[in-house]
């Protein structure tokens, strides 16, 4: 049995954690609307666009997507995943742009959540989809020289750890799109067996805020700063000491994740008073807002 001591900590606890949540609900960016929902009916081999983003629904089978000449490319995209590991894929096939151009993507739109056949499924906002990005043919040697822009495409051929066309296999549709810097995790979007597209009006949010611990203040030189997230596993967060406002192209602080490799995200050392300036960004929400923390070193 709990004593009374236990029972009223349990009470304090849980009293805590209704303030936070209502507090949450409270700030700006964590008003966010969660476009969840089960996945979509699809018929197997098809494509399938679909939601109260685009004005007619469109399913397409192989070859008529194939027949589409206009829209079709070949290209080669650099890819880093959540380990992090960089690598090379080619491939063939046709532009998302000109399928959701078909099915009349109305100016509303605000998301595109991609269906795999089993049931995986990946967000992205409109301007994610539709922002200028990247192929770096020398990701690997951590060079932004070369650099190719790239459109998003559905892929019928493609080849991994390659960067001839001519190698390129037959396989279920597959994402491909750019990247936006060498830092820019965008693997986990690039989902395979894709059978529908679903488009939507509901606006997907952003991302919460960057915290840091300790906050900001007067501090002694050697202190370390912990950067902070409500979902660390789901965002990257890209700060600078600078006084620039960060981006992709910033010092990426957690390059891996929780439960790949941890030891990677590193304290920031504190030796001279400066502000670090934080964002977190990730797939399927807009970017959090700009965190500033201004240290003082006594």
């Not at 969660?34 to 081999?45: A, D, S, Y």
């Not at 597209?197 to 300790?214: F, I, Q, S, T």
């Not at 967060?237 to 192209?249: A, F, K, L, N």
Request: hydrophobic letters at 40%; proline letters at 5%.
């Amino acid at each position: 049995m709990d004593s009374i001591k236990d029972r009223l900590r349990k009470i304090e606890i849980l009293v805590t954690l209704l303030l936070l949540g209502g507090l949450m609900v409270f700030c700006g960016c964590s008003q966010e609307k969660h476009l969840k929902g089960v996945q979509p009916e699809f018929t197997p081999g098809h494509l399938t666009i679909m939601g109260n983003g685009v004005e007619v629904e469109k399913i397409f089978s192989l070859e008529e997507l194939k027949n589409k000449k206009e829209a079709q490319r070949s290209e080669a995209y650099s890819m880093l995943n959540d380990w992090p590991s960089p690598r090379i894929i080619v491939g063939k096939g046709i532009t998302v742009s000109a399928l959701l151009e078909e099915a009349g993507i109305k100016p509303e739109a605000k998301a595109i959540k991609v269906w795999a056949a089993d049931g995986y499924n990946t967000t992205l906002t409109r301007e994610q989809l539709f922002e200028k990005r990247y192929y770096y043919p020398a990701l690997l040697e951590g060079s932004e020289e070369g650099a190719k822009e790239v459109t998003a495409i559905l892929a019928w051929e493609y080849g991994e750890g390659i960067d001839d066309l001519s190698q390129t296999r037959p396989g279920p549709l597959c994402l491909l799109l750019g990247q936006k810097g060498l830092k820019n995790t965008i693997a986990p979007a690039c989902v395979k067996d894709v059978v529908t597209l679903e488009v939507v009006k509901e606006a997907p949010g952003c991302w919460d805020e960057v915290h840091a611990d300790p906050s900001a203040g007067q501090v002694e030189a050697g202190t370390e700063v912990f950067l902070l997230h409500s979902q660390p596993d789901k965002v990257k967060i890209y700060y600078t000491i600078d006084g620039s406002v960060p981006d992709e192209r910033s010092i990426l602080y957690n390059p891996s994740t929780s439960y790949f490799q941890p030891e990677l995200t590193k304290a920031i050392i504190i030796n001279e008073s400066l502000i670090i300036k934080t964002i977190a960004i990730g797939l399927g929400k807009e970017n959090s807002q700009v965190s500033s923390f201004a240290y003082q070193v006594e």
